[in-house]
Nanobody, 123 residues
Framework: VQLQASGGGLVQAGGSLRLSCAASGRTFSSYCVGWFRQAPGKEREFVSTISRSGTLTDYTDSVRGRFTISRDDAKNMVYLQMNSLKPEDTAVYFC?????????????????WGQGTLVTVSS
């Protein structure tokens, strides 16, 4: 499966953005999808994940309650709605897919990656 992330941009603190992850391949619904982010000079970190059915989700503590992940398999899309953005959310955001479990939070468990999209939150 091939993935392409989009939707990043510059936003003021407190604002919102919606990231999109477009997938190719008819078996997209067979994959759990995660979002990761990488800030300058830092390691890539887990942000959120969603199960194949879309009914199970998980978030890192720093975004829980502010970010919402969802998927639309009819469109081969996964979204990350980001509200109440903070300067510390500034990073390049990546979507990734795995055929194992939505509980995977380690980047090593994800086989397929899209290119990143830059989110910049100004204070």
């Amino acid at each position: 499966v091939q993935l392409q992330a989009s939707g990043g941009g510059l936003v003021q603190a407190g604002g919102s953005l919606r990231l999109s992850c477009a997938a190719s391949g008819r078996t997209f619904s067979s994959y759990c999808v995660g979002w990761f982010r990488q800030a300058p000079g830092k390691e890539r970190e887990f942000v959120s994940t969603i199960s194949r059915s879309g009914t199970l989700t998980d978030y890192t503590d720093s975004v829980r309650g502010r970010f919402t992940i969802s998927r639309d398999d009819a469109k081969n899309m996964v979204y990350l709605q980001m509200n109440s953005l903070k300067p510390e959310d500034t990073a390049v955001y990546f979507c990734a897919a795995n055929s194992g479990s939505y509980r995977y939070t380690l980047k090593s468990n994800y086989y397929y990656w899209g290119q990143g999209t830059l989110v910049t939150v100004s204070s």
